[in-house]
């Protein structure tokens, strides 16, 4: 089935979290602050002996910017619940950005790890390494007949959600999202925009991931997910064939013409680069455009996102912003 390793063509990246509680504490809305720094105290203890610790920094949440704190919620290394915390809060940041652990959002600890591609196996062991770790410390809030119990009961039993993030221009353009969103619906998955429920789906990025996390086994639910993405990055390519067959012309020019204007534009906006760089992308996808690295267009569209882009650039103009951008892209495509 697989044409592209870890279907990264398709499959930007994806992300494994877990929620936990701990026993015996009230949960963050309830907390005092007294025991919210307990809580993170202990967190950041439990990686004293472990070689992890070495690769990660602590976040004091309310110790940084409203800029900060929109530049990292770009990356989905926090949320915006996060930011929202009335106890203190903190997240626990890997040096590569592959792992993020939130304590104190809407549960004590959400644990995350992500992986390029469609590649839930590595990103879900390296979870499940972290929760034992922080075990040996901490006994989670765990019930008999309902699993692991959770601020949100649409979270509860595994507490995992797995997600991926999906390019699907064809479905897009052909006027497909709202099928693709029942035919999730049926499969016990949800589809979002690029930031989660709520936001909308800028350059063609969705997010797939599971719905249900209780009554069945975190193996079942990868699984499934696994299954959803597979099928829909294969119905992506089905899609994408025909609206090249169809409209070979059109969607020449629109490719070509996307990479004309981000090869050679001397300022780019946010949503402009967004679009471009899928159209770019989906020419790749197709053919038209070649000798591409799509991982580092990615990296570079995501790393010249607005409050990203403003932490390397204190006090720059809006224009001055675009200018860069439209830098950052052009080096992503030597």
């Known amino acids: 089935m697989k044409s592209h390793t870890n279907e990264i063509d398709i499959a930007v990246s994806t992300r494994i979290r877990l929620a ?8 963050p809305r309830k907390m005092t602050k007294t025991q919210a720094q307990e809580l993170i105290d202990t967190v950041w203890s439990a990686f004293d002996n472990s070689p992890l610790k070495n690769e990660l920094r ?3 949440i309310g110790a940084i910017s409203d800029l900060e704190k929109k ?4 990356k989905h290394l926090i949320s915006s619940e996060l930011c929202a915390s009335k106890v203190p809060s903190v997240a626990i940041i890997s040096n590569d950005e592959k ?3 939130m304590v104190n959002e809407e549960d004590h600890l959400r644990i995350q790890v992500f992986a390029d591609g469609l590649d839930s196996d590595s990103a879900y062991d390296t979870a499940k390494k972290i ?6 410390k901490l006994t989670f809030d765990c019930d008999k007949e309902f699993g692991y119990l959770t601020s949100c009961p649409t979270n509860a039993g595994t507490g995992l959600r797995a997600s991926v993030m999906l390019h699907l221009p064809a479905i897009s353009t052909l006027g497909q999202v709202n099928p693709l969103l029942k035919w999730a619906a049926n499969l016990g998955m949800t589809v979002r925009g690029l930031y989660g429920e709520g936001s909308r789906a800028s350059g063609a990025l969705f997010q797939l991931s599971n719905q249900i996390t209780m009554g069945t ?3 079942d639910i990868l699984s499934r997910f696994n299954a959803a993405a597979c099928s829909l990055i294969s119905e992506e390519r089905r899609l994408s064939a025909q ?10 020019d629109k490719c070509l013409r996307s990479l004309g204007i981000l090869k050679n534009a001397y300022m780019i906006s946010s949503s402009e680069a967004m679009n471009l760089v899928s159209n770019v992308c989906m020419g790749a996808n197709a053919g ?4 591409i690295d799509l991982a580092n267009l990615r990296r570079g569209m995501f790393s010249s996102m607005p409050a990203t882009l403003s932490m390397t650039m204190e006090k720059a103009s809006p224009q001055d912003r675009d200018v860069k951008r439209a830098q950052i892209l052009q080096g992503a495509l030597q």
């Open 71 to 74: 530049a990292l919620i770009e």
């Open 99 to 101: 792992i993020s652990l």
């Open 20 to 27: 936990r509680n701990i026993s015996g504490i009230p949960y």
């Open 58 to 60: 602590k976040i004091e």
């Open 288 to 291: 038209i455009i070649k000798d």
């Open 131 to 136: 929760e034992t770790l922080l075990s040996e």
């Open 217 to 219: 086994s975190e193996e």
């Open 243 to 252: 609206l090249f067959e169809k409209n070979e012309y059109e969607m020449k």
